[in-house]
């Protein structure tokens, strides 16, 4: 099947989040969609399903325009698609999943569930997936959840089948896994819409590569095509792909994590025994697939989790079991690692945001009694000082993007002189100019003498910012390896996916991922030419992250 | 044996696309799209289907309208007399009574004044639970405890002047905001729903006193009524102008405890929380607010309100207390504090008009006929037209003439 | 905004350093009340008895083919011999609790049956009137059916994700509704067939407010409780009131007693002599039970409940679904108001009394489903009918605990001390389409 974007346009309010897109899907073809978060590709593709109705433009099918009211008329069609948040019930079974929409029936509509469970078992089967069509997805990992997604769609005959951003949540080696499946399924003459902002990825997989940005399609390149190179085309002028930053100089271990272990309501373990330091003056960062363990051991650093054993010592005195105003007075900065969820009050002022921790302290409020003129006044001062973007602060936080909201959370839990600085997954959905500046606050931070500890999922981020690099997996610290040039991709994939230090570094040795190959020609390359800094941070700050949605 | 694994929740509903910055709206729109605009057509568009419910009930009307096309001028003067009669004796009720003499012209809009004590005290602290994301459906079982509470320390204690209805006050807010607290304290420790749990302590409530009142606790000794004695003279309200109007000092308090709600949420440290709790209680809790707390604080502040009110309605105009004391104020409050959106100014005023038409409408049952329910059928078309504006501006006639105008619909409800 | 937060669960192998693995804990709340329960009994309603007291039990009922002749028991023993049931079932729990099987179903009624056996005993020992059983327990049914409909009405429209605190007003707006068609036509049958429609009504008001506009479910289904009182009160007020003889006198609905079934002794007369809208609620019960489970449209409407976007993706439309099981759901509260009237009551002001809140109960106790629903409505149904027996033969209990009962019996529902409840996901969150 041929698919074909002519002209498409789709407007938000004043935002065009889509504009003017012409792309062709050849059959039997991995094709990525490479651009920034906020690019639109999101909006594109769900377009494309009828999720949206574009406001100028067509799709055409083999030559045949049409037009998709729903994504029922899209699946009809043959495009699936898979979700980047997984579009399961989690309490039905992985049957009824795949099955709903176009269940198959027996008398009275009750549904033929034998049916449904033969359908589930010959797709599994045929590609090696071992999905059991009983389990109910909610007990699933999250690598077969995507499969039963996978299952979904080709279960309704797709043809053309959409990932959206579908290695997020994987291991290298299941993303090694994944990319596997996704060669099979192109032998099998499905096309693949590959959308995704990693350029390792694109490369390791695809035939064709479209870059979009601002909405609009701004080249197509092969996948021979280098890092940087792509880089340039995906955000519009040349990026340092690496973060400038002097070597460390770390100080005393201020910080102090001994056997930590956090127990959740079922009473297992999801913080496992974890010991760790971090010295004055050095950034400890806290790898792993998400899920195993991060999230919790933050939240007990906070005081969000009270720990079931172990220690945690700042500057000689214990956090454990303190409440969370107690660890922040004493001079914790906490970014989360979702900011819209936990970081901000989306209906609250700039202003009220930028003290929302800070608002029964002095000189915010003094005897219960809160001062607005103080905090508007702070207000002020931190918008000049971090650069964000705004009307007026006294506008709700929910009108900034999404870079000027992680500026407001960082400017705020950088106002106050800090000890100890726990940032997770602080440049997610970020444009790359937010993320430049992110990454120099924190490594400024640094740079003043401040223990930092980054959870991040994204390996890349991991190596551009880490000093020391500690892996988790299921709620234990599996090893810790020297940050910077010497951490490899692949031992701490490895390391992700459950295996200790020395076996994955053996592992490594022998079996090389398709990513890690890539990364080994990326340092036969030449060196590019002297890269430019970047020049136009107006416009980053106006940068929209609409296509999230 | 695998340990047991976190649930994954399923991805939060996908916002839609909001668009950066306001858009700009032709300025017929923008007043179309005001909080006052939207009230005031409510409340008209309300009156107007109320006028319909009594043309329809009338029965001059019914019989005009069998030979509606041989005269309809029939019809429409008996229909018109109908309205006029009703609403007027409404207005007569609650306003001004323009064919009383003296005093008693301007005694109807005291009425009004002493009927929305109740309704302006329980809406106030019902609209800080909304403001805090808490949903006090409760108000109901607040007000009753609280009434009841209040007229227990009025007739069973034998207190001064001044001390007697402070410590009646007292007592019902107490009792007021710890039955309120049961469900913060549920929702607090185990995350039960409070509108499941304030609706059912509703009932709790009423068989609760209704218990009391067959027990020498509350009834009056000597009867077999459930009813109490009448509160003693010095646990009364004071009344503000003479024995002749019943406006007692409870309007003042209410006044007051409008002014320290308005301080309390916008500001005060503890207000700051409640708010951050309502708006978004996840980033409220990263920031250090105890939630749980909150949710604790904020059910005794509210349902100390509500119970207070219900103890002016005993210390301020009933005296005797008995199961159908709270009447319906538990619920007018929930549709006073929503007609009020929350805000404190907006709840007096909403208590003002919907006690104006709980006083207006006995003169209106008697004088037109018309039964006070009509009152309620007002009240609740009132609330659901506020609560969707769009609605209101697909009936409004403003809008009717602003799309003929050319102005875009779509543009304004987006 | 974005809102990445899509938690992962680990891996499947089990990790090397966790030496013992970990097991579920037992769940011992479910068994220790039943031993609480059996000790009370035992306690309160056997050994506090003086061994002198005898309890009579009727259980013919007048129209029976076999007259029974009332039985008598002396009240001590037979309260202990019954604690004695209870406390044996629930060791049965304890052992199945520590052994981490399920606990079998039948315990559960044993215990509750047992129970409530004692009670009856209990708070007859030693009076002269007897407790007539099998009125007691045919009354209890008749006082549930409008509770099952109303908390069906529940479950359809929050299983597709709308919350329905309005059952209150479908089922008083469906009670006036028959009662105003079956006076004017003089036929019961008319009145139970329109009454779903008045009921239908508040729920399209509901659907309209709710999914059209967005406004918080909650809040629409109070204020169109408050809606329906007000205009059923005016109505009844003027128009009914000035003419009770064509508007306001309804026909009873007729008993079907079903042939040979409604002989049996004791179950005949409970279960298979009653009018058409106690059989409506069976067939309902069990109809919704494989519906909502096992059809395709039961699995549409679930997903709608779960994980709408899930199911928009798949082409399910999930606005038009919500608000076909609304309508539906609340056209069978309106059967509920039906029955509420079915034995020819006039209607007065505010006739529901909070039933619609007690079946709102139902529905939450029996986790949102249709058998889970009848169940607790059965339990709320006796409790009603045992406090009507009681307040006609005086009782040391007094009536206004026993009608709190279902309240209380939901606050400790809602707080999980009786297991936990969980409501469909999206129960309440507009899916903007």
């Not at chain 2, 939630?291 to 009933?318: R, S």
């Not at chain 3, 409530?116 to 005993?121: E, N, R, Y």
Request: with cysteine; net charge neutral.
């Amino acid at each position: 099947m041929r698919l074909e974007l002519r002209g498409i346009t789709k407007r938000f309010g004043p935002l065009v989040a889509n504009d003017g897109i012409d792309l062709t899907f050849e059959p039997g073809e991995i094709h990525a969609l490479l651009g920034e978060n906020g690019a639109g590709k999101s909006t594109l593709m769900n377009v494309l399903y009828g999720l949206y109705q574009p406001d100028a433009g067509q799709v055409v099918v083999d030559g045949a325009p049409r037009v998709f009211a729903g994504p029922g008329d899209a699946m009809s069609a043959g495009i699936g698609m898979v979700h980047q948040h997984f579009m399961l019930v989690p309490v039905f079974t992985v049957a009824e999943n795949v099955v709903l929409g176009h269940e198959p029936t027996r008398r009275g509509g009750l549904i033929d569930l034998g049916e449904a469970r033969r359908k589930v078992r010959e797709i599994s089967d045929r590609f090696g997936f071992h999905v059991d069509p009983d389990a109910r997805v909610e007990d699933l990992p999250v690598g077969v959840q995507q499969r039963v997604e996978i299952i979904k769609a080709l279960s309704r005959d797709a043809e053309v089948l959409i990932l959206d951003e579908p290695t997020a949540v994987l291991t290298p080696q299941e993303t090694d896994e994944l990319i596997g499946i996704m060669r099979q399924l192109k032998d099998a003459g499905t096309s693949i819409v590959f959308i995704t902002h990693k350029l390792r990825e694109v490369r390791a997989v695809a035939d064709r590569i479209s870059v979009i940005r601002r909405g609009k399609v701004v080249g197509t390149a092969d996948p021979s095509a280098s890092e940087v190179e792509l880089a340039s085309l995906m955000v519009g002028r040349s990026v340092s792909l690496a973060v400038d930053k002097a070597p460390a100089t770390p100080g005393d271990p201020t910080f102090q994590v001994r056997n930590l272990t956090v127990l959740d309501a079922t009473a297992a373990p999801v913080v496992d025994d974890v010991s760790f330091d971090v010295h004055r003056g050095e950034i400890l960062a806290i790898a792993g697939v998400q899920g195993n363990g991060q999230t919790e051991l933050t939240e007990t650093i906070l005081g969000l989790r009270a720990p079931t054993a172990g220690t945690l010592t700042l500057d000689g005195t214990e956090l454990g079991g303190r409440t969370v105003s107690e660890v922040l007075r004493a001079g914790v900065g906490f970014v989360p690692e979702d900011r819209s969820t936990d970081g901000l009050v989306s209906s609250f002022s700039i202003a009220e945001n930028l003290v929302l921790d800070l608002y029964d302290t002095e000189p915010y409020a003094r005897r219960g009694s809160m001062s607005p003129t103080t905090v508007a006044q702070n207000a002020e001062r931190r918008v000049a000082e971090f650069d964000i973007r705004v009307t007026s602060t006294t506008d709700p936080v929910s009108t900034l993007s999404g870079g000027n909201q992680q500026k407001v959370v960082l400017a705020r839990e950088m106002s106050r002189p800090l000890r100890l600085l726990v940032a997770s997954q602080p440049t997610r959905g970020l444009d790359v100019g937010s993320i430049e500046f992110v990454h120099k606050r924190i490594v400024a931070e640094r740079d003043n003498g401040t223990p930092v500890v980054i959870v991040s999922t994204e390996l890349d981020e991991v190596l551009a910012l880490a000093d020391r690099i500690a892996v988790m997996y299921r709620g234990a610290v599996i090893g810790v390896v020297e940050g910077g040039g010497a951490a490899d991709r692949d031992v701490l994939g490895l390391m992700m996916a459950g295996i200790p230090l020395e076996q994955a570094r053996a592992q490594a040795a022998e079996h090389r991922t398709a990513l890690a190959t890539l990364d080994a020609e990326i340092e036969a390359e030449p060196a590019p030419a002297d890269p430019v800094a970047a020049t136009d941070p107006q416009d980053a700050a106006t940068t929209h992250e609409e296509d999230q949605a | 044996m695998s340990t047991t694994q976190a649930p994954p929740e399923p991805a939060p509903a996908a916002p839609a696309p909001q668009p950066a910055g306001p858009p700009r709206r032709p300025y017929l729109q923008q007043v179309l799209d005001s909080t006052t605009a939207t009230v005031v057509t409510a409340v008209f568009l309300a009156l107007l289907l109320a006028a319909v419910l009594v043309v329809a009930a009338d029965p001059a009307s019914q019989r005009a309208a069998v030979y509606l096309f041989a005269r309809p001028s029939d019809f429409v003067g008996a229909a018109w007399n109908a309205v006029f009669e009703t609403y007027s004796a409404l207005f007569r009720g609650a306003v001004f009574d323009y064919q009383a003499v003296g005093a008693r012209r301007v005694r109807p809009i005291t009425e009004t004044m002493v009927a929305s004590v109740p309704l302006m005290l329980a809406g106030l602290g019902l609209g800080i639970g909304f403001r805090s994301g808490l949903f006090n459906i409760g108000a109901q079982g607040q007000v009753l405890m609280g009434a009841a509470a209040g007229a227990w320390v009025g007739v069973a204690l034998d207190l001064p002047i001044v001390l007697h209805p402070v410590l009646a006050c007292v007592a019902a807010v107490l009792v007021g905001g710890l039955w309120a607290g049961i469900a913060g304290f549920l929702k607090a420790r185990t995350g039960a729903s409070e509108v499941i749990v304030t609706i059912m302590l509703n009932s709790v409530a009423l068989y609760f006193v209704g218990y009391l009142l067959t027990t020498s606790v509350l009834r009056q000794p000597g009867s077999t009524r459930p009813i109490s004695a009448p509160v003693a003279d010095t646990a009364m309200m004071p009344q503000l102008l003479g024995p002749q109007f019943r406006l007692h000092l409870g309007f003042v308090v209410a006044l007051l405890a409008a002014v320290a709600v308005w301080w309390l949420m916008e500001r005060s440290t503890l207000g700051f929380r409640f708010r951050a709790v309502g708006a978004n209680q996840d980033a409220a809790r990263t920031a250090g607010i105890k939630v749980p707390t909150v949710y604790v604080l904020v059910m005794l502040v509210a349902g100390g309100l509500a119970g207070l009110g219900g103890a002016m309605q005993i210390l301020g105009t009933d005296r005797t207390f008995q199961g159908s004391s709270a009447g319906s104020i538990g619920f007018d409050a929930i549709t006073v504090a929503l007609l009020g959106r929350s805000r404190p100014l907006g709840t007096v005023l909403a208590a003002l008009l919907f006690g104006a038409l709980r006083a207006g409408s006995p003169l209106m049952q008697t004088s037109a006929g018309t039964p006070i329910d009509l009152v309620l059928v007002i009240q609740a078309v009132i609330v659901l037209l506020i609560a969707a504006p769009p609605l209101v501006r697909e009936l409004s006639l403003v809008h009717r003439l602003s799309a003929l105008l050319g102005y875009d619909r779509k543009e304004a409800t987006a | 905004m974005s809102t990445t937060h899509t938690p992962v669960a680990p891996a499947p192998a089990a990790p090397e350093h966790l030496s013992t693995p970990v097991q579920a804990p037992v769940r011992w709340r479910g068994p220790l009340t039943s031993v609480a329960l059996g000790v009370f009994s035992l306690v309160a309603f056997g050994l506090a008895t003086p061994g002198s007291y005898e309890t009579t039990f009727t259980l013919a009922t007048r129209g029976d083919l076999f007259q029974i002749a009332p039985v008598t028991v002396p009240s001590r023993v037979s309260a202990v011999l019954l604690s004695l049931v209870v406390l044996a079932a629930a060791a049965v729990q304890v052992q199945r609790a520590r052994a981490r099987r399920r606990v079998p179903v039948w315990t559960h009624v044993v215990v509750g049956a047992a129970v409530f056996l004692a009670l009856l005993v209990w708070v007859m020992a030693g009076r002269e009137a007897a407790m007539p059983f099998t009125l007691l327990l045919t009354n209890a049914l008749v006082l549930a059916v409008p509770l099952v409909l109303g908390a069906l009405a529940g479950l359809l429209c929050e299983r597709s994700g709308i919350i329905n605190i309005a059952i209150e007003g479908q089922l008083l707006a469906g009670a006036f509704l028959a009662v105003v068609v079956a006076s004017t036509t003089g036929n019961p049958y008319a009145g139970l067939l329109a009454a779903p429609f008045a009921g239908a009504l508040v729920g399209l008001g509901l659907g309209l407010f709710a999914i059209r506009y967005r406004v918080d479910q909650i809040i629409v289904g109070v204020v169109l409780n408050v809606l329906v009182i007000g205009l059923t009160n005016y109505l009844f007020s003027t128009v009914l009131t000035n003419n009770p003889q064509q508007l306001n006198s309804p026909p009873r609905l007729p008993n079907l007693p079903v042939p040979l079934l409604a002989d049996i002794p004791v179950l005949g007369p409970v279960l298979f002599d009653h009018p058409l809208t106690v059989y409506l609620m069976y067939v309902g019960v069990a109809v919704l039970q494989i519906m909502v489970f096992r059809s395709r449209w039961g699995l549409r409407m679930r997903a709608a409940g779960e994980h709408p976007k899930a199911a928009d993706t798949v082409g399910i439309n999930v606005n038009r679904t919500r608000l076909r099981s609304t309508v539906l759901g609340s056209a069978v509260a309106g059967l509920g108001g039906a029955a509420l009237v079915s034995a020819g009551l006039a209607f007065t002001k505010e006739l529901t009394s909070g039933k619609g809140y007690i079946a709102l109960a139902a529905m939450i106790l029996g986790r949102w489903s249709p058998t889970g629903a009848l169940a607790a409505s059965l339990f709320f149904g006796l409790a009603d009918a045992l406090r009507r027996v009681l307040n006609n033969t005086g009782s040391p209990i007094p009536s206004e605990l026993l009608a709190m009962l279902p309240y209380l019996a939901t606050i400790f529902a809602v707080a999980g001390l009786v297991g936990r409840v969980r409501p469909p996901a999206a129960e309440g969150v507009p899916y903007p389409k």
